[in-house]
């Protein structure tokens, strides 16, 4: 299964990395999304997969039974979803902003400093 | 000791405020305190000529183990007097030299913030200490040197010399870094102790050429010669105290400090003995050349530095001796006639030496003064100038290697450096009086105050050479020879070969004096020295490091976020693959062992959403594309145990397609920008890379071990959390600080956003507002 894992996050980075070197400003964003998703998989994975056994304590016990899916991992992937999700309605209000002001989404015309 | 040495830099804090108050007493005052220092120095004279080492230690970074500590020998103390001793004199004589100049404040801020960084150099014991006062004596130099700032020259002087320096500066950075490695202690005293397994050290060349880097541009060795001459921009005190007594021999403390430790080998004596007698020779040519006082000095001053490292090379005890003896003797006597060379200007408005003559009626005590000093440089009986010259003498006759090369060199500067010191000795001063810008008369008292006391000790201690044996030149021997030395300096040795020599340069030196001016014009002639000497190096190397600035800032900062993007990416990529290629040279075989179909189906929906992402031309397919990947891995979160996660990317997922629905639409649609080739370029970089993570993942997962740090977050959920959910209870309990950066990063996210928004509608009023208009 990890084979098959590693191929969705290479392709999931070889897409979010191509769209980045758009002119377009907005696939830039694209590739923001796709390449937050192919870094959390990325964790996600390396920290090994197990199918049916979430890192839960049953009631009355003071550890799980049995092996559980590493929570560090999901702890971290949960912080990196949030606050990439921050980052990216920050970014794409800006770039509504900057669409706004210079008249093109092409980046090679916000070059200049002064508008 | 502290106090002693950030005594100059507090009094420096003040000076602003006190030099416009004192008014023409500045100079007077401000030297009380290199004369206190002078005297706190001179106390512990008995101890230290007896012998002794003083260590004086103060925690510095405790937490690292850092000491502050001043260690004083014979060499430092010799050191720590003549920088105390001459920066009295030299403030003494700066406030008259420089008296009512709108700048005096700032000139005094300067020379005591230097005088105090050249008290660090030498008293530091710990490298890194030693490395800090080193840039900051090149730094007050530069200033110093800049001080007349409106002049161009005087600025080009200064950056030449800064860049030299510390460039230097770096090299002995590194040469320390590895010396502490070696010797495994960072103070001098580990260092000095160490020294069989610092020379044994396998580093061992890399250390000592690093080091000599660092010597050889401070104290203008040759090919870094040529900075010296051009600091004579510097006002004259500052080129009296800086550029001939004290900062200059920075270099030259240095080989000596390090000679009982790093000395003694082929490489050390190899190297120094023969750049030591280039620049002797060097210094000596160009001097002869020159006809600018100052500039001859200057040049003279090259000379010395040369015969000094010279010395060190050469080691042993007679050598040590000589060392410290010629130091003392040079301090004194170049000292002085820098400090004449101000009083002529000063007096008369002459810088030229061919326009010079007849003071001496006009201005006998400089004139006398002059003569003394110039005996002194010369090297005549009685003064301490001939017991340093023979000392010279019998250390080179004593070296094994090189020894006719060596010696010749020595004897052809020499003959240059009597010559010199008869042109600065005598010509402005005797002959017929010629017309100058200035009446010349007297100077007065704190001018020549300086001079005369300089000259006088060069005179004192040739009279009576025991006096400086006794007091300090012993101890300063032993501590650049390693052990303890019997001096027993004399002015008569016999009629021996030393003695044969130096009458030789004495009656060579007087005819090269007499015929002078016809031997500066031969000398001028030869064009060579500026069409291929050392600074048309440093001018093209300056150029060539504009030249490369400019190119590559052309080329990486071009102004186009993707070829950034680019950038980043293929330099993380070839570091990815180098440690991929190191460490695990072969990828993991594939295993599809275990896979269920519907997996395989999530999988293969998230990369056809992907693809339909990158090549789809609507704006909205891409959106919806987009989402669907989205939710593909959601799915595959819930799958392998993570439903928290699984649920907050759903969640944010929805979030994200509503957002980018509502704010893209106002943008225009997609446009085909780029040609094909630079997308069939684009898409093997993006797939190479894809790979490359691939590769990584892969490995990652073979190497994979549920680490103890995840063991303990689920062992102590329930005990030391109180939560059945592990996740929730690492990012509200044990990595709760975590999250409450994860909040702020969110607050100030929407605090943006919110702004943004504000910004637009109070646009659009605006524009609403002006309109109607």
């Not at chain 2, 007493?25 to 220092?37: I, N, S, Y």
């Amino acid at each position: 299964m990890e084979s098959m894992m590693a191929l969705v996050v290479g392709g999931l980075y070889a897409a979010a990395i191509y769209m980045m070197l758009r002119r377009s400003i907005v696939k830039l964003v694209i590739g923001l999304v796709l390449l937050g998703n192919a870094a959390n998989l990325l964790i996600f994975t390396s920290g090994g997969l197990t199918r049916g056994a979430p890192p839960l304590v049953p009631d009355g016990a003071a550890m799980p039974a049995g092996a559980v899916a590493d929570p560090l991992a999901q702890a971290l992937i949960l912080t990196a979803i949030v606050i990439g999700f921050g980052v990216l309605a920050f970014a794409v209000v800006l770039i509504h902003r900057a669409y706004e002001v210079v008249g093109a989404d092409d980046m090679d015309r916000m070059k200049d400093t002064d508008t | 000791m502290l106090l002693a040495v950030l005594s100059g830099f507090l009094l420096a804090a003040v000076a602003p405020w006190l030099v416009p108050r004192l008014g023409a007493h500045a100079g007077r005052v401000l030297a009380l305190l290199p004369v206190g220092l002078f005297l706190w120095f001179a106390s512990l004279l008995p101890a230290v000529g007896g012998g002794e080492t003083l260590l004086w230690e103060y925690a510095w970074v405790p937490g690292l183990d850092v000491q502050l500590g001043f260690l004083v020998d014979g060499l430092s103390l010799l050191f720590a007097l003549l920088i105390s001793g001459i920066g009295a004199l030299v403030t003494l004589y700066a406030g008259s030299y420089l008296a009512g100049h709108r700048d005096l404040a700032r000139f005094f801020v300067w020379l005591l913030a230097f005088m105090a960084s050249m008290l660090g150099l030498v008293l530091s014991d710990g490298l890194i200490a030693l490395f800090v006062f080193w840039e900051l004596t090149s730094i007050t130099s530069f200033l110093l040197i800049g001080f007349a700032h409106e002049d161009k020259t005087a600025r080009q002087a200064a950056l030449q010399g800064l860049f030299v320096t510390v460039g230097g500066g770096l090299a002995l950075l590194a040469g320390f870094v590895l010396l502490a490695l070696a010797a495994g202690g960072w103070s001098l005293s580990a260092v000095l102790d160490a020294g069989d397994a610092v020379r044994e050290h396998a580093h061992y060349a890399v250390i000592a050429w690093l080091i000599f880097l660092g010597a050889f541009t401070k104290s203008a060795q040759v090919p870094f010669h040529f900075w010296l001459p051009n600091a004579m921009a510097a006002p004259t005190p500052v080129s009296a105290y800086l550029h001939s007594a004290t900062m200059v021999k920075a270099g030259v403390y240095l080989l000596a400090r390090f000679q009982p430790a790093l000395g003694g080998t082929d490489l050390w004596v190899f190297t120094l003995t023969l750049v030591g007698a280039a620049t002797l020779f060097t210094g000596a040519l160009l001097a002869l050349r020159s006809s600018g006082m100052k500039r001859m000095l200057a040049y003279s001053t090259v000379m010395a530095l040369g015969t000094l490292t010279l010395l060190a090379g050469i080691g042993g005890e007679t050598a040590a001796i000589a060392f410290v003896a010629f130091l003392l003797a040079h301090s004194l006597y170049k000292g002085a006639l820098f400090l004449i060379a101000g009083v002529i200007d000063h007096e008369t408005g002459c810088r030229e030496v061919p326009e010079m003559g007849g003071f001496g009626r006009a201005m006998p005590v400089s004139f006398a003064v002059a003569v003394l000093a110039a005996l002194s440089a010369a090297g005549v009986m009685p003064l301490f100038g001939f017991i340093a010259k023979e000392l010279l003498f019998e250390s080179a006759l004593g070296l094994a290697a090189w020894q006719p090369v060596v010696l010749t060199l020595t004897l052809a500067g020499l003959v240059g450096g009597v010559a010199v010191a008869a042109v600065v000795g005598l010509r402005p001063w005797i002959g017929r009086p010629v017309t100058t810008p200035r009446e010349p008369h007297e100077a007065p008292l704190d001018l020549l105050a300086g001079p005369a006391l300089l000259a006088l000790l060069g005179l004192l201690f040739g009279l009576l050479p025991g006096l400086a044996e006794r007091g300090l030149l012993a101890a300063a021997a032993g501590a650049v020879h390693g052990q303890a030395v019997t001096p027993n300096l004399a002015l008569w040795h016999g009629l021996n070969l030393p003695l044969a020599m130096s009458a030789l340069t004495l009656v060579a030196g007087l005819l090269v004096a007499w015929r002078w001016d016809g031997i500066r014009k031969m000398l001028v002639g030869l064009g060579f020295v500026e069409r291929f000497g050392a600074e048309r190096g440093y001018d093209a190397g300056m150029l060539g490091l504009v030249r490369v600035a400019a190119w590559q800032t052309r080329l990486l900062q071009n102004g186009h976020l993707r070829y950034y993007i680019l950038t980043t990416l293929s330099a993380t990529a070839l570091l990815l693959v180098y440690a991929l290629v190191t460490r695990h040279a072969v990828i993991p075989p594939w295993s599809s062992s275990g896979v269920r179909l519907y997996e395989v189906v999530i999988g293969a929906v998230v990369l056809m959403a992907a693809l339909v992402a990158v090549t789809t031309r609507s704006r909205l397919g891409a959106v919806a594309s987009l989402g669907a990947a989205g939710f593909g891995v959601a799915l595959i979160y819930v799958l392998f145990s993570a439903p928290d996660v699984g649920i907050t990317q759903v969640l944010i997922e929805t979030l994200t397609v509503l957002m980018l629905v509502l704010v893209l639409f106002r943008l225009p649609s997609f446009l085909g920008l780029t040609p094909g080739r630079i997308k069939l370029r684009d898409a093997s970089i993006s797939l190479t890379i894809g790979g490359l993570m691939s590769w990584l993942l892969l490995d990652a997962v073979a190497a994979h071990h549920q680490g103890s740090i995840s063991r303990y977050f689920v062992e102590n959920a329930v005990p030391a959390g109180h939560g059945q959910n592990i996740v929730n209870v690492i990012l509200v309990d044990f990595r709760a600080l975590d999250t409450l950066g994860e909040i702020v990063v969110l607050g100030l996210a929407a605090i943006g956003v919110y702004a943004m928004i504000k910004l637009r509608a109070e646009d659009r009023r605006r524009r609403g507002k002006e309109e109607p208009r």
